[in-house]
């Protein structure tokens, strides 16, 4: 059975930084929408001081509130490293399909760090988690340009 995305002759890396981007925006539009009210448009870092004060709102509400926008940040935070990273990749020569693979595990990387980190820190069981699946993504970046630099020597 043929594979639905072909990673041997296809390209697919400079489309995952996109995706990368919109993967830093879930979690700040989910934060948006717990927050409801308490989100000002003009003012939108004073969210979580707002959801703080705003006593109709339970406690585990405003924890994930806060967690959406930290992961969304931390989103932003790897984006521009990761971005150069695949741009270092190509530039550089790395295989396509090696350049799939690599682009692919960052974006499962992020998927998992955004449901780890909103969804399961509730629970100090997978506290750990977090940190693991974010240097889980970084290993790939780094990887990235590791490739690169061997593509070039």
């Known amino acids: 059975m043929a594979a639905l995305i072909d990673f041997t002759s296809t390209n697919w890396s400079y489309y995952t930084i996109p995706v990368a981007f919109a993967?830093?925006?879930?979690?700040?539009?989910?934060?948006?929408?717990?927050?409801?009210?308490n989100h000002d448009i003009g003012h939108p870092r004073k969210t979580e001081e707002h959801c703080?004060?705003?006593?109709?709102?339970?406690?585990?509400?405003?924890?994930?509130i806060s967690r959406a926008k930290a992961a969304a940040s931390n989103g932003f935070e790897t984006l521009g490293l990761y971005a150069a990273a695949v741009v270092a990749g190509n530039v550089a020569?790395?295989?396509?399909?090696?350049?799939?693979?690599?682009t692919l595990a960052y974006v499962v990387s992020r998927v998992a760090y955004?449901?780890?980190y909103i969804s399961l820190q509730d629970n100090a069981r997978f506290a750990a988690l977090r940190p693991l699946v974010?240097?889980?993504?970084?290993?790939?970046?780094?990887?990235?340009?590791v490739a690169a630099g061997k593509a070039l020597n």
């Open 114 to 116: 955004n449901y780890v």
């Open 134 to 145: 974010w240097l889980a993504g970084i290993a790939v970046v780094m990887m990235l340009f």
């Open 52 to 64: 703080a004060k705003d006593t109709s709102m339970d406690k585990a509400t405003v924890r994930r």
């Open 23 to 37: 993967l830093c925006m879930i979690p700040h539009s989910y934060s948006m929408v717990l927050a409801g009210k």
């Open 93 to 102: 020569g790395v295989a396509t399909e090696r350049m799939n693979q690599l």
